[in-house]
């Protein structure tokens, strides 16, 4: 029977299998067993079939000689669609996409609205004994309702979706921006990502739910924030490594009204970082895709695909990413 390494087992919500789970699948799964560590590298058994979760360390699938599925609890295989020796390995790759769908959907609300709203402003003059409505009357000129706006959602995955019909429904004016469009959504106008610096200058807010790829690295720069409308609001939900943060920086001051952002150039800000400074900024930590919910769905996919792994059903495992046609 497979042996499962699991690396979901940090002090965090999201990061640490919870025990009701755990019991859950060793009663399910009796002949099974899984090994949650916090530290997977210290492992090269050759009897691990399995790796489960969202910190794989570069190279140490090739210490599991064994090693013939991968179930990232992120979206996270997009680490390593260009890494040849991972790809020459005969590997069954699936993830957890489309699990947090609803929570960033539901979080980027909260940072548009917070934004448009001025709910920065509020909560200073709150924390200062200044609420009143002169208090307020400098941050009277920002404030915007969302059927007013022009939005531009640059990733067009399953968030993207899910954002672009969202803010449709709220009467909002929507256009899309992907590296790719194999399906074409006709309710949306679209462009290519190779577009983005031509037309980003026509829209009152624009939305990164991009997907790591090494070519976006820094792409949202200066040359970027310089073409955005003056007065413009900028969120991002996507990947920390897109966006240049000083550049951001600069654009706060002269360009944008505001940004929201959840991902930052490094995992944690340091203490001394401008953005902290900044009023007409939103930082969370990295909390987007929490919910309540999150490990209620967790097990749905992984139960699922791994009861379909011990019965040899690869073809039918759900969010296959890569290597499925090897193991017909």
Known sequence: ?????????????MYRVPSSLRDFLQQ????????????????????????????????????????????FGSVGF?????????????????NSSDIATDAIETHTMYQLFSLIRQSRSIEI????????????ENSSSNIRNIRDLSILIVGFGNIGRRLANSFLSLKANVNVVSNKFSLQIGQFPNYHISQLSE????????????????????IFDEGLFKNMRKGSYFINNGRGSHVKEMDLIKALEDTLAGAAL??????????????????NVILTPHIGALDLNYWTKQKEIFVYNLERYINFDYKHMKNICYGVADYD
């Open 28 to 71: 399910k799964f009796p002949r099974h067993t899984i090994t949650y560590t916090a530290s997977p590298e210290r492992f090269s058994s050759e009897e691990i079939e399995v790796y489960w979760g969202n910190r794989l360390p570069p190279n140490f699938y090739q210490q599991l000689t064994n090693l013939k599925w991968i179930h």
């Open 78 to 94: 997009d680490r390593y669609e260009k890494s040849r020796s991972f790809l020459d390995r005969d590997l069954l790759v699936t």
């Open 199 to 218: 037309i980003i200058g026509n829209y009152d807010c624009i939305i990164s739910v991009l997907p790591f790829k090494e070519e976006l690295i820094g």
């Open 1 to 13: 029977m497979p042996k499962i390494l699991c690396d979901l087992d940090l002090d965090l919500f």
């Open 262 to 279: 959840d991902v930052f150039e490094t995992n944690t800000l340091y203490k001394n970082n401008p953005l902290f400074l900044k009023e």
């Open 125 to 136: 003059a709150r924390q200062n004994n200044t609420l009143s409505r002169l208090s307020f």
